[in-house]
């Protein structure tokens, strides 16, 4: 139990952190595109595709027409749309890729990077900045905990998914308080 206690106070610790040190000024361009878009994509590969996942449902449940790139319903993306695309390291091709297409069709790419300087990062619309240690070992870490004292703890991309995570389901939050939603109204959207 000693360091499953330890792990979540690191990681919640971490996340507020970096979420703390979010642009203000991109979350609300990320609300105003994602309220302003027809249809939502989300993008991501492996846990990040699973946050997307879960942001997508909310966003579902509030009742925004959101598809999670890869589905075999998912339609082609329109200039009317937005792309989210989650990646730690801004580099992972089939995410950079999405964002490429969408911004070829002039959809808006707001993007959840630990990278700033990434492939994925020269194509957005909208930054979303989670300063954390991701799968890819990079020279900018800030903290101990970037540094990697904690690898054996939280592996790989564990922060950056757990902090992406966090700020998203802050998000849902946030939307609920703009449109006027209870809980009652997110089980409406349920299936």
Not at 151 to 179: K, Q, V
Request: net charge negative; charged share 25%.
């Amino acid at each position: 139990m000693e360091i499953i206690k330890k792990t979540t106070e690191e990681i919640t610790r971490h996340a507020l952190t970096v979420i703390n040190k979010i642009e203000e000024r991109q979350v609300s361009k990320m609300i105003e595109t994602i309220i302003n878009s027809d249809c939502v994509f989300i993008v991501g590969t492996g846990r990040s595709e699973l946050v997307g996942k879960m942001f997508a449902m909310r966003l579902m449940h509030l009742g925004f027409t959101v598809y999670v790139v890869g589905d075999v319903t998912t339609p082609a993306i329109k200039d009317s749309d937005c792309l989210i695309a989650i990646s730690g390291s801004g580099e992972t091709k089939t995410v950079t890729l999405a964002a490429e297409t969408s911004k070829d069709v002039g959809a808006s790419v707001i993007g959840i990077t630990a990278n700033l300087e990434s492939t994925l990062s020269k194509l957005l619309n909208v930054v979303i900045s989670i300063d954390s240690k991701t799968k890819e070992p990079w020279k900018h870490y800030t903290s101990n905990v970037l540094k990697g004292n904690n690898d054996d703890l939280t592996p790989m991309g564990t922060l950056f998914e757990d902090s992406t995570h966090l700020f998203l389901d802050g998000l849902i939050a946030e939307f609920m308080a703009l449109l006027g939603k209870k809980e009652q109204d997110l089980k409406k959207g349920m299936p």
